[in-house]
């Protein structure tokens, strides 16, 4: 005998895991270059650091009902909070009807693994190892044996090509102008993406990724954003008196771009591929 769930039901609890799951990711997001536990102690205000009622904590409706505002100090509670629990609750919602439930929980596994590390990288500069090594492993794991547009051959060759051409981009770079141009996190950040969506995952996020991070580190400098952002435990990135402000050498993360293009092909990668490569 097999229990079935009504469509409605499944989707209002695959929308409310979503939710959730985006609360923990931003969660994640704020403790983990702080080197603080995601387990202890309870979530609290960023600004006044206490804990924060069980109510404060339902996803998305806490947020509008506070209206962006902690409930104890009245400070602002940041806009990415809400967004993450807005974007990987509809995006949950989107994969629940648009592929098979083990390949949805695979495709919405690495799309909360890439809003971590877009955020971490974005406010520190690095993209933490603990998440792309094993995410690079389960994501090999996933493609064999969850995710069959996708299978073990092409997540191999992915994992090889992600990492590999981005290290080779980046070490032809540093060659040529004698300093770093890609960060060993990207390289782990593709690897993970070859993980889980194979080798056209790979190619499509290296170029959509590089579209819009041109375009997107144009704007990041022209708004100061590389002199402003913090560095990793709050030390600073560069030494004032090295500091250079130019735009061409202003330090840029790259680990946002990739992973909003990553994302974008786990989401869409049917409508993609029949687009982009005719089948």
Same mark, same amino acid.
């Given at each position: 005998?097999?229990?079935?769930?009504?469509?409605?039901?499944?989707?209002?609890?695959?929308?409310?895991?979503?939710?959730?799951? #985006?609360?923990?990711?931003?969660?994640?997001?704020?403790?983990?270059?702080?080197?603080?536990?995601?387990?202890? %102690?309870?979530?609290?205000?960023?600004?006044?650091?206490?804990?924060? %009622?069980?109510?404060?904590?339902? %996803?998305?409706?806490?947020?509008? #009902?506070?209206? $962006?505002?902690? =409930?104890?100090?009245?400070?602002?509670?940041?806009?990415?909070?809400?967004?993450?629990?807005? $974007?990987?609750?509809?995006?949950?919602?989107?994969?629940?009807?648009?592929?098979?439930?083990?390949?949805?929980?695979?495709?919405?596994?690495?799309?909360?693994?890439?809003?971590?590390?877009?955020?971490?990288?974005?406010?520190?500069?690095?993209?933490?190892?603990?998440?792309?090594?094993?995410?690079?492993?389960?994501?090999?794991?996933?493609?064999?044996?969850?995710?069959? +547009?996708?299978?073990?051959?092409?997540?191999?060759?992915?994992?090889?090509? $992600?990492?590999?051409?981005?290290?080779?981009?980046?070490?032809?770079?540093?060659?040529?102008?004698?300093?770093?141009?890609?960060?060993?996190? +990207?390289?782990?950040?593709?690897?993970?993406?070859?993980?889980?969506?194979?080798?056209?995952? =790979?190619?499509?996020?290296?170029?959509?990724?590089?579209?819009?991070?041109?375009?997107?580190?144009? &704007?990041?400098?022209?708004?100061?954003? #590389? &002199?402003?952002?913090?560095?990793?435990? #709050?030390?600073?990135?560069? +030494? %004032?008196?090295?500091? +250079? =402000?130019?735009?061409?050498?202003?330090?840029?993360?790259? $680990?946002?771009?990739?992973?909003? &293009?990553?994302?974008?092909?786990?989401?869409?990668?049917?409508?993609?591929?029949?687009?982009?490569?005719?089948?």
């Amino acid at each position: 005998m097999t229990f079935d769930i009504p469509t409605e039901i499944g989707a209002a609890i695959t929308f409310l895991l979503g939710a959730s799951v #985006g609360s923990f990711a931003c969660m994640v997001a704020y403790r983990l270059p702080r080197d603080l536990s995601i387990v202890t %102690p309870r979530s609290y205000c960023e600004s006044c650091e206490r804990a924060l %009622p069980w109510w404060a904590n339902i %996803p998305i409706l806490a947020y509008l #009902g506070l209206r $962006g505002r902690c =409930v104890m100090c009245g400070a602002p509670i940041p806009f990415r909070h809400f967004l993450a629990e807005l $974007g990987l609750a509809i995006t949950a919602l989107y994969l629940y009807f648009a592929f098979p439930l083990p390949d949805a929980i695979a495709r919405f596994v690495l799309c909360a693994a890439l809003w971590i590390v877009a955020i971490i990288d974005y406010d520190w500069r690095l993209i933490p190892n603990i998440i792309t090594w094993p995410g690079t492993i389960v994501g090999f794991i996933a493609a064999s044996t969850m995710m069959p +547009d996708i299978g073990w051959k092409s997540s191999i060759l992915g994992i090889i090509l $992600g990492g590999g051409v981005l290290w080779g981009t980046g070490f032809f770079y540093q060659l040529v102008r004698g300093r770093e141009g890609v960060g060993l996190g +990207d390289v782990w950040l593709l690897a993970m993406v070859g993980g889980f969506l194979g080798w056209a995952g =790979v190619f499509f996020t290296m170029f959509f990724g590089s579209v819009i991070g041109a375009a997107g580190g144009i &704007a990041f400098a022209l708004t100061g954003g #590389g &002199a402003t952002a913090p560095a990793p435990l #709050g030390e600073p990135a560069t +030494d %004032p008196e090295e500091a +250079d =402000v130019s735009i061409l050498k202003t330090e840029v993360p790259f $680990g946002p771009y990739l992973a909003l &293009a990553a994302g974008v092909f786990a989401v869409f990668q049917p409508q993609l591929a029949h687009w982009y490569f005719g089948r």
